[in-house]
């Protein structure tokens, strides 16, 4: 179903009219200690808030909804560390459709909760040893169920830039023209989707991708102009950004929008979530904060400059977010 074909602005609109009346039109916030802190103006686009707790239900489901409908009540698989997982589970059970979620044994439990309390049924895999992609494709050939990728798509891509085209639009409400827009990566659906829609609606800003360190395979592969991986046995507490490596989608389109990319340690993730449970009153999971992270730990220049940095998500068990906010 169109797996190679690239993701365009026409799909993003598309998926925005789809997505409207379904999605959350999250809020793009604005603090004046944020703003002071950093010498610029610093909006924040709070996916935090949007249905499952992250962006992911936007490109979950636009894909459900182009899947045929008899296709589609065969029910959908997907593999997910958690958000994707939600998002898929939730957009099923609006269609009513059943899901399969392949998720690792070592996801938060939140998230794994969350799942089945959205109907779904969870498949639990050990990620060292065993490929959740050879675990959902056989789930998907015994049941005849349509594999939802998370992020590799141009479906998903699409619904996933529906996140840019908001930006958009309450930027020109709040009378402001961002410098730099700073997008977590995973996979690189969001950030892919953002490029697209952002190289239309305002050319001029940048895109960067924020990922954690040890998991910097997009920034390393923009500076070499091909698709690396990540190497095994690195770790990091942003479990939702944990991707061996980009999509060839995913990394085509952010590098023929010049998107370049930072990354970020455990530290300074932990300070950003706590500095928005502190100051901004909001819960980030850790992989929703790299993009936070990048601005209070200094990686880009902020003074009078606006810059945009998304709020992936807000996923977090109650033990590990206590514990980030104890050690930072």
Wanted: charge should be negative; include cysteine; charged fraction near 20%.
């Amino acid at each position: 179903m169109t797996e190679h074909v690239p993701p365009t602005l026409g799909g993003i609109t598309a998926a925005a009219e789809r997505l409207s009346g379904v999605a959350v039109r999250t809020p793009l916030l604005e603090s004046p200690a944020l703003n002071a802190r950093t010498a610029g103006r610093v909006l924040l686009k709070a996916e935090t808030l949007q249905r499952t707790g992250s962006f992911k239900f936007r490109g979950a489901y636009n894909f459900l909804d182009q899947i045929p409908p008899a296709a589609r009540a065969r029910g959908v698989v997907a593999y997910s560390s958690g958000n994707h997982a939600q998002g898929v589970a939730a957009a099923a059970e609006i269609f009513g459709v059943p899901a399969t979620i392949v998720m690792p044994a070592d996801a938060p439990r939140t998230k794994v909760d969350n799942t089945r309390g959205y109907g779904a049924d969870v498949v639990a895999y050990d990620r060292q040893t065993e490929s959740r992609e050879d675990i959902a494709a056989a789930v998907a050939d015994k049941s005849g169920a349509t594999l939802v990728p998370p992020f590799n798509h141009p479906w998903t891509i699409e619904g996933q830039g529906t996140v840019r085209l908001e930006i958009a639009a309450q930027c020109m409400e709040q009378h402001a023209t961002p410098d730099e827009v700073l997008v977590c990566c995973g996979g690189g659906g969001l950030t892919a989707g953002i490029a697209i829609a952002l190289s239309d609606r305002v050319p001029s800003s940048r895109v960067r991708a924020v990922e954690p360190v040890g998991f910097d395979d997009a920034k390393r592969s923009f500076a070499a102009g091909q698709r690396l991986s990540n190497e095994t046995g690195a770790t990091s507490i942003c479990d939702a950004l944990l991707s061996p490596s980009t999509g060839d989608l995913t990394f085509a389109a952010m590098h023929a929008h010049d998107v370049t990319g930072i990354s970020v340690d455990d530290d300074q993730v932990r300070a950003a979530m706590t500095y928005a449970w502190r100051t901004l009153k909001l819960v980030l999971e850790p992989g929703g904060a790299v993009a936070l992270a990048a601005i209070l730990s200094g990686k880009i220049e902020t003074k009078d400059r606006t810059i945009v940095a998304v709020l992936s998500g807000g996923n977090v068990d109650a033990a590990l977010f206590n514990a980030c906010i104890e050690n930072a």
